[in-house]
C-alpha cells in the first residue's frame, strides 16, 4: 500500500541535501566548539556560519540569534524569559487564544507564579482581533504574545498591526513564527518584533533543533543555566549537526519559498475545492485567504475526527485531529473552540497540511478515499439525523 503523508504541519523529513551538510558533524568533525583545540575549533566555525546565515536570512544580527532546542523551548523561553526580567515594571502578560500548547501552558504556569495572563480573542477564522487586544492593554502590560501564522487552522495572524500597537507603547512583541518560518518570509525588522521563535524540523529540518531570536539590548532572564554556551544565555553543549542541518533547511526553505508555496498551495486548492463539492455537511476551518499554503482544516459534521483519522490511517493516508500535540486526549481543541466551533463540529475536525514531495494523484486518491470513508462512519454514526440523505456528490468534470 502507498503510504500518503498529509502531515507536514506536525513534522517534515529531513531534505536529502540537508542530511548531506549534516552528516560529516557527527562522525569527521566531532569537535565541542567548547573547546580550545582545532577539533573545537572546527565545530566554532561551523556553528559561526549558520548563525550568520540565519541571521541574514532573517534581518538580525548574529548576535541576536540565540540556538535552543526546538520551538517549545523557544516559545517558554521567549515567555518566562521576558515575564521575569520585567517583573518590576508590570506582572501582565498577553498572549492569543490560538496560542501553540508550549505558549498556553507556560502562560498558566506564570499565573501561578502570580503574572496576571489574558487571552487575546480571535474572530470565526481564529484571526486576533487587534480591537479587542487593544483594549486589554493596560499600564503593567509587559509581553505580548501572537503566533505569525496558527499550527492547526493555517490563519495568518496580524501580526503587523499588533506589533505596531506594541511599539507605540513600549510592550515586549513575541511571535512564534514556527508555522510560519518554510513559507512566510520572516524579517524581525518588518513587522518589528522583539522576540521570535522557529523551529528546524517543520521546514525540512532535523528534529529538536531551533531558534529564538532576542532582540539586542533586550532584557532576558535565562530558562536552561549551564554552562557558557550562547553568551552564557543557555547552557548545554552546542547541537551543531542539528545546528548546520537547520541553517541549510532555513537557507532552501527560503530560497525555494516561492516555488514551494506555489506549488503546495495549488495542492491545497485542488484538496479544498474538491472537498466542498463533494463531499457534503462539511466546513472549512480558518481564514478563507489569509491561511498558509499547506494547510485544510476540516470539520466533518456527525463524525468524530478520531474515527476518521484512524480510517484514512489504515487507508494509507496520514493526517491528524486537532492539534497532534493535544491528540490521543479526547479534549477538542482550544484553538477551535476559541473561534467559536461548537463542540460536535471542533470533534469532527481534521487537518490535512501538504508538503512541496506531494502529488497531484495523491490528492485526487485521498479524496476519493475521503468520500467512501466519510459515507460509512456517517452510516455507522447515531449522530447522523436519519431524515439527511447520506450521499456523495458526483465530481462535475
Ligand atoms: C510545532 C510547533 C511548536 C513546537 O515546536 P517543537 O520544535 O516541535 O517543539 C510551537 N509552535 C508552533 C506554532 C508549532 O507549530
Partial sequence: MERIYFDHAATTPVDARVLQKMLPYFSDNFGNPNSQHWFGRRSVTAVDEARDLIASLIGAKPGEIYFTSGGTESDN?????AAHAQAAKGKHLIVSAVEHPAMITTAKELEKEGFEVSFAPVDEYGRVDVQKLKALLRSDTTFVGVMTANNEVGTVQPIAEISALCKERGILFF??????????????????????????????????????????????????????????????????????????????????????????????????????????YVKLNGHPQERLPANANFSFRYIEGESLLFSLDLAGIAVSSGSACSSGS??????????????????????FSFGKDNTPAQIDYAVDKLKEIVLKLRALSPLFPKELKNEVFEKEN
Fill in 77 to 81: 523561553w521567549a515567555i518566562r524569559g
Fill in 175 to 280: 511571535t512564534d513564527a514556527v508555522q510560519a518560518a518554510g513559507a512566510l518570509k520572516i524579517d524581525v525588522k518588518d513587522p518589528a518584533v522583539d522576540l521570535l521563535s522557529f523551529s528546524a524540523h517543520k521546514f525540512y529540518g532535523p528534529k529538536g533543533v531551533g531558534v529564538l531570536y532576542i532582540r539586542s539590548g533586550l532584557k532576558m532572564g535565562k530558562i536552561i543555566t549551564g554552562g557558557h554556551q550562547e553568551r552564557t544565555m543557555r547552557g548545554g553543549t552546542t547541537n551543531v549537526p542539528a545546528i548546520v542541518g537547520m541553517a541549510e533547511a532555513f537557507r532552501l526553505a527560503q530560497e525555494e519559498r516561492e516555488r514551494n508555496a506555489a506549488y503546495v498551495s495549488s495542492l491545497r486548492d485542488r484538496f479544498i475545492s474538491r472537498v466542498l463539492r463533494e463531499i457534503p
Fill in 330 to 351: 479526547l479534549e477538542p481543541s482550544h484553538a477551535l473552540l476559541a473561534m467559536g466551533l461548537p463542540e460536535g463540529l471542533a470533534h469532527g475536525s481534521v487537518r
